[in-house]
C-alpha cells in the first residue's frame, strides 16, 4: 500500500488519506456528482490510458487494507500477495462512482429464501461478464472485455481482453479460458449429454477460438447480433478457469476418472459440475455444503464464495479484482458478503423492517410497501419504487397435461379466453399493486423496451365480462349440473384445478383474489405453496395443471438473443411456461413428445428469424409483431397487470446506491448499477 509522508498531510487533506497515498491523489476524484468535464467513450468508466490522459495524470493503486486477511480466507489462494499493482490488469477498468469516493470494509448483509431461491439480486452483486448495460439500459459497454467489434453479416465477434486479468487466486485468465469453455464444457457431451440450445443458433452451435492470450473470435452459423446482449444480461459467464477445472477434466487429466471414482462420483463430469455449479448457475449448492471439497472454483468476480451452509453462505472480496476507482483504490470496497436463507416471507419481512438487510429487491413486493414505508426510519433504511420490467405475472395452463381430459380443456382458446375475461383486473390493482399498475394482458416482449407490441396487444381480453366468461364455458359444455356452484369437466368430474406456487414468483394475495374471480364463473383452483426448487421440479415434469410466475426474460435485450419466451415451451428451468411435450415434438423432429398446432410451429420458424435480426430494425418489428399477434390470439400466458411499480430496499448507510432505472432481472437486477463502488459509510 503506498503510504502518506506525514509532511503532506496538510496539503493533500483527508481525501488522499482515504484512498491511501500520493500517488492516488495526483488524479483528480471523478464522481458522476463532480466529473470535472472529463469525458469517456462509455458512460461512467475509463480505460486507465484514456483516464491518465483525460485528466492530465498517472494514477497510482493502493488496496483494501484488510485484504491479507481476507486472502487468508480464500483456500487454495497463495498464502503472500504481491502488490496491488501486480495483481490488477495491466489495464484496469477505472470506474466512475455515483456520489463519492469510497472506502473500504464492511459486511453486506443479504437475505434469500433459500440456496437456489431469491438469491440472483445477491449474485448481481458480485457479477461480471464481457460487457455490461450502463444504467440508462440502453448502452453497452465494456466489463471483462475491453473491446469487440462484428464482421459485416453479425456471424463474427472478435473481442479484446484485459491484458494481465487475473482469477482469483492469481492465475492468468486468457481467451483460452473462453475458449475452453465451449469447446470442452458446453459442446462435451460428459458435460451436457446435448448441447444446450442457448448456444445452439438455427439448430447449430456457435464457435470459439482463442486467436492469441487477449483475442477470443466467436463464430455464428447464421447471423446473431443480439449476442452482445447475452454478454450484458445473462448469468452465464462465458469463461471458465481452465487451470482449475481441466484436472477434472478426463480431456485433460488421465487420472480425473479415478480421481471421481475416488470421491463418490460415477464419472469424471459429474465431480467437474460440483465446481462449474450445477452448469453455469452459480448459487447452487458448492463443494462446501456438498463436504466435497474446501475449495470453491476461482473467479472473476468481486467476491469469492469461502463459507457455505444450509444457512445461508459467505463471500469476500477478490484480491485479483480487475477494477478501480479514479483514485486507484481496488474495488470492491465492500469486504464481505454474508447471505442468509429464511424460507417465511414474514420472517424475511421481520428482517427487512428491523434493518437487518443492507439491501434486498429481489421477491420484495408491492403489497408489502405500506409495512416497509412506515418503518423506514425504525430500520434506517430507504425503500425506492423502481419500474417494474418483465413484472407482469401469468397464469399458463398445461396444453399437454398428462390427463387428457384436461389437456382438451386447457387447449380449448375459450377456456383460456373465459379464464382471462373472468378476471377482476381493476380490483386486482387495487387490492395487490395498490393502484399503481395497469390492467395488461401477457405479451412475450416487455412493451417498455420494444417498439413492436401495440395497445392493442396489451388489451386483448382484459375487460372485466364474467358473462362472457360464463358463455364461453356454457359453449364449451363445462356445466354445473349439480349446482354446487363447481362446473363439471366432460367426464363427470368436478372441474378443479391445482395451483402449486412458490412466494417467490408472484405475490400470494394475488392467487387468493384470482381464486375467488375462477370460482365465480364455476372454475375451483387449490392453492398450495411449495419451495421454487419443488414448483420448477414439478412444471418441468409436467405435473402441473397451470405454471404462475413474473413474466421475465421478455425483455428487448433478453428476446434478441433467447428464444426461450417466444415459442414452446415458452420459459426455462427458472420459469416454467407451457407446452412441454410440444417443445420435446419440435426438439426430436416429431419422435416424442405431442404434435403442437399450427400456430405453435409457426413461432419457432418466427423466433429464429427474429434471432437474426437486429434488435429495432424494421424487419425485426415486422417479425416481432407477428411473434405477438400468435401469443395474444392464443392467451397461452393469461397476464394481470403491467406496468407496476415495485420495491427495493437500501440501508441508509450504503452508499453510491444510485436511484434504479428499472428493477429486474431482466438486465441481471444490479448488474448495470456497478455495485462494486458501493459502499458503507463507516466502512463497517
Known amino acids: 500500500m503506498n503510504r502518506v509522508s506525514p509532511y503532506a498531510l496538510p496539503v493533500l487533506g483527508l481525501g488522499a488519506l482515504l484512498t491511501g497515498g500520493i500517488a492516488a491523489a495526483q488524479c483528480p476524484a471523478l464522481t458522476l456528482a463532480d466529473d470535472q468535464g472529463i469525458e469517456s467513450e462509455h458512460p461512467q468508466q475509463f480505460e486507465l490510458a484514456e483516464f491518465q490522459d483525460g485528466a492530465g495524470c498517472e494514477l497510482g493503486f493502493s488496496e483494501n487494507p484488510a485484504i491479507a486477511e481476507l486472502n487468508a480466507r480464500i483456500t487454495g489462494n497463495p498464502e503472500t500477495l504481491p502488490p496491488v499493482a501486480e495483481r490488477l490488469p495491466s489495464e484496469p477498468l477505472v470506474v466512475v462512482p455515483y456520489q463519492s469516493i469510497g472506502r473500504h470494509g464492511g459486511t453486506l448483509d443479504g437475505l434469500s429464501n433459500a440456496t437456489e431461491a431469491g438469491t440472483s439480486d445477491l449474485l448481481s452483486i458480485r457479477h461480471v461478464n464481457l460487457v455490461r448495460y450502463s444504467d440508462d439500459l440502453q448502452t453497452i459497454v465494456p466489463n471483462v472485455a475491453r473491446s469487440w467489434e462484428w464482421n459485416d453479416d453479425y456471424t463474427e465477434l472478435t473481442m479484446v481482453l484485459r491484458e494481465g486479468h487475473k482469477w482469483s487466486d492469481g492465475a492468468p485468465f486468457t481467451a483460452e479460458d473462453i475458449a475452453f469453455w465451449l469447446n470442452d464444457l458446453i459442446l462435451n457431451e460428459n458435460i451436457f449429454p446435448s448441447t444446450p440450445t442457448t448456444w445452439l443458433f438455427d439448430g447449430e452451435p456457435m464457435g470459439a477460438e482463442a486467436v492469441d492470450e487477449t483475442t477470443i473470435r466467436f463464430t455464428f452459423p447464421v447471423p446473431t447480433p443480439g449476442i452482445l446482449n447475452r454478454f450484458a444480461v445473462s448469468y452465464i459467464q462465458p469463461f471458465q478457469p481452465k487451470h482449475f477445472l481441466s484436472q477434472f477434466h478426463g480431456d485433460y487429466n488421465d487420472t480425473a476418472q479415478s480421481l471421481a471414482e475416488e470421491r463418490g462420483y460415477e464419472s469424471w463430469g459429474e465431480l467437474l459440475n460440483v465446481y462449474y455449479g450445477g452448469s453455469d448457475w452459480k448459487d447452487v449448492p458448492s463443494p462446501l455444503l456438498q463436504g466435497v471439497d474446501d475449495q470453491v472454483m476461482p473467479t472473476l468476480e468481486s467476491h469469492i464464495l469461502i463459507e457455505e451452509s ?6 469476500v472480496a477478490n484480491p485479483f479484482f480487475h477494477m478501480v476507482d479514479t483514485q486507484g483504490q481496488q474495488l470492491p470496497y465492500i469486504s464481505e458478503i454474508d447471505e442468509r436463507y429464511v424460507p417465511d416471507k414474514e420472517v424475511r419481512n421481520l428482517r427487512i423492517t428491523s434493518g437487518a438487510v443492507d439491501y434486498k429487491s429481489q421477491n420484495v413486493f408491492l403489497e408489502d410497501f405500506p409495512l416497509y414505508k412506515e418503518n423506514e426510519e425504525r430500520g434506517n433504511y430507504s425503500v425506492q419504487l423502481a419500474r417494474g420490467l418483465g413484472e407482469n405475472i401469468f397464469y399458463s395452463f398445461n396444453t399437454t397435461h398428462k390427463d387428457p381430459v384436461l389437456r382438451e380443456i386447457f387447449n380449448d382458446v375459450r377456456f383460456r379466453q373465459a379464464m382471462s375475461v373472468a378476471l377482476d383486473r381493476e380490483e386486482i390493482n387495487e387490492l395487490v399493486y395498490l393502484g399503481q399498475g395497469e390492467p395488461q394482458q401477457s405479451v412475450p416482449a416487455d412493451p417498455n423496451t420494444v417498439g413492436f407490441v401495440t395497445d392493442e396487444h396489451l388489451n386483448t381480453l382484459i ?5 362472457m366468461a ?10 354445473d349440473s349439480d349446482n354446487d356452484g363447481v362446473r363439471e369437466r366432460p367426464d363427470g368430474q368436478p372441474l378443479v384445478l391445482q395451483l402449486a406456487f412458490s412466494n417467490q414468483g408472484a405475490p400470494v394475495r394475488l392467487h387468493e383474489v384470482v381464486q375467488g374471480h375462477w370460482a365465480d364463473v364455476g372454475v375451483r383452483m387449490d392453492a398450495r405453496e411449495v419451495t421454487s426448487d419443488e414448483y420448477r421440479a414439478s412444471a418441468q415434469a409436467n405435473d402441473l395443471d397451470l405454471t404462475v410466475w413474473k413474466n421475465d426474460n421478455t425483455s428487448g435485450p433478453t428476446i434478441s438473443q433467447e428464444v426461450i419466451m417466444l415459442a414452446p415451451p415458452f420459459g426455462d428451468q427458472f420459469n416454467p411456461g407451457t407446452g412441454f411435450e410440444w417443445a420435446a415434438w419440435i426438439r426430436t423432429d416429431g419422435a416424442e413428445g405431442i404434435e403442437p398446432p399450427d400456430d405453435a410451429k409457426r413461432l419457432v420458424e418466427l423466433a429464429s428469424e ?22 395474444v390470439n392464443n392467451l397461452w400466458k393469461i397476464g394481470i397487470i403491467g406496468n407496476v411499480v415495485t420495491p427495493a430496499i437500501v440501508h441508509n448507510d450504503l452508499k453510491n446506491v444510485p436511484t434504479f432505472t428499472a428493477k429486474t432481472y431482466d438486465y441481471y437486477w444490479v448488474y448495470p448499477y456497478r455495485p462494486a463502488q458501493w459502499y458503507f459509510v463507516d466502512g463497517e
Open 310 to 315: 444450509t444457512e445461508g453462505r459467505r463471500l
Open 610 to 631: 427474429f434471432q437474426q435480426l437486429p434488435l429495432g430494425s424494421e424487419e425485426s418489428n415486422r417479425v416481432g409483431a407477428e411473434i405477438v399477434d400468435i401469443h
Open 470 to 479: 360464463n358463455q364461453l364455458l356454457d359453449e364449451m359444455g363445462l356445466t
Open 463 to 467: 375487460q372485466y365480462d364474467p358473462d
